[in-house]
């Protein structure tokens, strides 16, 4: 009997596995694919790897500025995927050493649901006290829209490509995927197009966010068209023409057109036989204590919805893992932090302005630009600001959002002031290293208190 079967060897299902040995379980972990998920083989990983290589490229085309004569003589792109392929069976290694390292059981195989108290793989059968459901999120199939599969690139195949396209449609949310995938096919060469049926891109973050990153992509060449759906794709010739109903785009024809779409990974699973519930689009609901409708199994990460960050699985991991050992622990959702890896970065926490407004906050805002930064300015990354959202009757800090150089390092410390209840005159009134890109955060505070010390008076 074990305490705790884990379904999936993603980021999250690994750190449960893990977890619930620490506690004193037995516990196993099933995986039917490489350890490391999505996140380790296909995504967090490989992608930060690949948008490494644009951001050097970015550097050396800025190295003029700081008296040196660059020149980019070649870009062999074999070479970025050996090294994501090589730094990925590192990552996978470790993974496996340190689960066996903590006793946890590594069952290779898919997973089936028999009962809440039984999983099965293959022909065996495992009797567990807790099952906690970790299967992550695989790419939409696109067959839905006339002529899209044989237009398509996925996101799972621009880590392996050997030459860029010429030209490329990324259609879809215009979210955090389709904004990386955008700026690393840009830095490499691709002319892109980036579409949406939103009525901006990043539609979930702050507005200030998104019109910062949108002039940010612009001014590299992008082309951003809003509100368009895509109803067709036709070929023509060796490239393929994409139809948006009535409406007209700069778009004529594309080599390829990105397919970044996901869902819930649970085929297989037998969720409805036993009872688990699902909305509508596939995904487990779960209440704040991670437990799905069926009390004892519990689900993270992606196969949940919400951001779908490899951090946000690993994080509730740990929630799950404790309480099905005996805890009654909460998930904080409104702490995960977000990053996206383009110039300049994106991070954010928290309610965007829009987001706390909604919800009734007596909503003020302070802002502190990058262009009044010492080390934005002599690193020349000016691009950006920093804004913090509160709430004016009690002080509180509602959310932070940041565009700026290191953006993604600095959420770390937004998180623990959220997470610690902290007003805007406590982060005023706190000391940055200077000259840093983190002192914005403080200059933000002090611009919300209506006192900063480095913007002219309003």
């Not at 932090?337 to 805002?365: D, H, M, N």
Request: net charge negative; aromatic share 4%.
């Amino acid at each position: 009997m074990y305490d705790g079967v884990v379904i999936g060897g993603g980021p999250g299902g690994y750190a449960a596995a893990i977890r619930v040995a620490q506690l004193g379980g037995r516990a196993a972990l099933v995986e039917a694919g490489n350890l490391g998920g999505t996140c380790v083989n296909l995504g967090c990983i490989p992608s930060k790897i690949w948008l490494r290589a644009a951001r050097l490229i970015e550097l050396f085309k800025t190295a003029d500025a700081f008296g040196i004569d660059a020149t980019i003589n070649s870009l062999n792109l074999k070479t970025l995927v050996e090294r994501k392929n090589g730094v990925a069976s590192e990552i996978r290694g470790g993974m496996k050493a340190l689960l066996a390292n903590n006793g946890v059981e590594l069952i290779q195989g898919k997973a089936t649901i028999q009962s809440p108290g039984e999983v099965a793989v293959g022909e065996k059968r495992f009797a567990t006290r807790k099952i906690i459901i970790a299967t992550g999120s695989t790419l939409v199939k696109p067959d839905k829209i006339p002529g899209l599969k044989e237009a398509a690139l996925t996101t799972d195949q621009v880590f392996e490509l050997e030459t860029a396209p010429e030209s490329v449609l990324i259609f879809g949310d215009a979210g955090p995927i389709e904004i990386e995938m955008a700026s690393l096919l840009n830095s490499l060469g691709s002319k892109v197009f980036l579409t949406t049926g939103q009525a901006r891109i990043l539609p979930r973050e702050d507005g200030d966010v998104s019109q910062r990153v949108a002039k940010s992509l612009r001014e590299k060449g992008i082309q951003i068209t809003t509100r368009v759906a895509l109803t067709e794709v036709r070929a023509s010739g060796k490239e393929f023409k994409p139809v948006f109903g009535e409406k007209k785009t700069p778009v004529e024809t594309v080599q390829k057109v990105l397919v970044s779409a996901r869902m819930p990974m649970t085929e297989g699973l037998n969720l409805e036989r036993i009872g688990i519930k699902t909305d509508a689009d596939g995904y487990i609901p779960i209440d704040e204590h991670l437990q799905t409708s069926i009390s004892n199994i519990y689900a993270i990460g992606d196969v949940t919805g919400g951001w779908m960050n490899s951090h946000a699985s690993s994080a509730m991991a740990v929630i799950a893992a404790e309480n099905s050992m005996g805890a009654s622990n909460i998930f904080q959702h409104h702490l995960v932090p977000r990053g996206i890896w383009i110039t300049p970065q994106v991070g954010s926490v928290g309610l965007s302005e829009e987001e706390a407004e909604e919800k009734g906050y007596e909503v003020e805002t302070g802002n502190f630009p990058c262009s009044v930064n010492g080390l934005a300015a002599g690193y020349g990354e000016v691009d950006g600001a920093t804004k913090v959202v509160w709430d004016a009757e009690t002080q509180d800090i509602l959310g932070i959002h940041i565009v700026a150089l290191n953006a993604t390092e600095m959420m770390g410390e937004a998180v623990m002031a959220l997470q610690l209840e902290c007003g805007t005159d406590e982060i005023a009134h706190s000391i940055r290293i200077h000259p840093t890109i983190s002192e914005t955060i403080m200059d933000a505070a002090r611009d919300a208190g209506k006192w900063a010390l480095y913007l002219p008076k309003a």
